[in-house]
């Protein structure tokens, strides 16, 4: 079955303490992206990967990271978590920029 | 900068009711156009897309949406809801020009009376 996996699904951690969310999917698609879902705001984008090893900020990538080693994942990684980043995470691929993207389940987290 | 507005935050009708979710968009080149639904507790689906040819694009579930390019528009309707069609309604822009930015609306709300 096509999908896009996310893992954990719900996260509550504490400032500054290192975390990865991870994201993979198994279409063997070349573009894969995180957004972040905030009430009123939609989904922002926070980073995008063309690639293998090509990655690109989006609208708000302040306090995230992300890397591309291999096709099927693209973790996301905050590595001194603040309150501010408390939200829904999305992470989603599609075969390329213009084609539909296909949705992970979501990962909610809060950062106390 | 480029945007996509979407009016309304939060519609609310009765079921048969007809439907017209508004969003526009700030960019004067090419575009293709997505309408993504969110259900409750669920993920992002795509309803429809237009990357070219005929402005009027029908989706899933009876769903439909009009390309005005002159009005930088694509509006996303149905005749008739359901009570099932309560969810949140996304709708998206990619600019031909960008590397790959895709920007999404901030959502409508659609609540449906039983």
């Known amino acids: 079955e096509a999908q896009v996996t996310q893992n954990p699904r719900y996260l509550i951690t504490v400032t500054g303490k290192k975390l990865t969310v991870t994201c993979s999917q198994n279409?063997?698609?070349?573009?894969m992206s995180w957004y972040r879902q905030d009430p009123g705001l939609g989904l922002r984008q926070i980073y995008y990967?063309?690639?293998?090893?090509?990655?690109d900020k989006g609208d708000v990538p302040e306090g995230y990271k992300v890397s591309r080693k291999e096709k099927r994942n693209f973790p996301l990684i905050l590595e001194s978590p603040s309150p501010n980043q408390t939200s829904l995470y999305f992470c989603?691929?599609?075969?390329?920029?213009?084609?539909?993207?296909?949705f992970g389940p979501g990962t909610r987290l809060l950062v106390l | 900068a480029q945007s996509v507005s979407q009016h309304n935050h939060h519609v609310i009708l009765s079921e048969a009711a007809s439907l017209e979710l508004g969003c526009n968009y700030s960019?004067?080149?090419?575009?293709?156009l997505f309408w993504y639904v969110q259900y409750p507790g669920q993920h992002l689906q795509l309803l429809l897309k237009?990357?070219?040819?005929?402005?009027l694009v029908k989706g899933i579930k009876g769903f439909e949406a009009e390309f005005i390019k002159s009005k930088f528009s694509f509006n996303l309707r149905k005749p008739s809801v359901q009570w099932s069609d309560t969810a949140e309604y996304f709708c998206?822009?990619?600019?031909?020009?960008?590397?790959?930015?895709?920007?999404f609306g901030s959502g409508t709300r659609l609540s449906i009376r039983p």
């Open positions: 989603a691929s599609s075969r390329d920029r213009e084609e539909t993207q296909y």
């Open positions: 279409m063997n698609h070349e573009y």
């Open positions: 990967s063309m690639n293998v090893e090509v990655t």
């Open positions: 960019y004067g080149g090419t575009v293709n």
């Open positions: 237009y990357f070219s040819g005929d402005p």
């Open positions: 998206a822009v990619s600019p031909y020009s960008s590397a790959s930015k895709i920007i």
